[in-house]
Nanobody, 126 residues
Framework: DVQLVESGGGSVEAGMSLRPSCAVS???????????MGWFRQVPGKGREGVAG???????TYEDSVKGRFTISNDNAKNTVHLEMNSLKPEDTAMYYC??????????????????WGQGTQVTVS
């Protein structure tokens, strides 16, 4: 079974940085096998919002409010996807989820595209 495990969330002050990671097991990330990975966030009472997406080649897409501040990257050797978050703002506070659709290649910020999800990691910015 494919599993996604997030880590690296936390509580920081505005302007600081965090780098959550998503470790993938049950599927080998590589440039030879298509996959789509994404980061989403959700606050209580609101829907899950796409933040960033990446494909096996490292092509990426971002939600407008995080462009220039967040960077998604894949480390195929470690079977991990990272989300570098800089210049954090209080409105970035949310539970952040890693998502995957394996065997398909498409850059997407649509939560309905993804079939596998992690348990989430909390990011709090004050």
């Amino acid at each position: 079974d494919v599993q996604l495990v997030e880590s690296g969330g936390g509580s920081v002050e505005a302007g600081m940085s965090l780098r959550p990671s998503c470790a993938v097991s049950g599927y080998t990330l590589s440039t030879y096998a298509p996959y789509s990975m994404g980061w989403f966030r959700q606050v209580p009472g609101k829907g899950r919002e796409g933040v960033a997406g990446i494909d096996r080649y490292g092509n990426a897409t971002y939600e407008d409010s995080v462009k220039g501040r967040f960077t998604i990257s894949n480390d195929n050797a470690k079977n991990t996807v990272h989300l570098e978050m800089n210049s954090l703002k209080p409105e970035d506070t949310a539970m952040y989820y890693c998502a995957a659709r394996l065997g398909w290649a498409w850059l997407s910020l649509n939560k309905d595209w993804y079939t596998n999800w992690g348990q989430g990691t909390q990011v709090t910015v004050s």
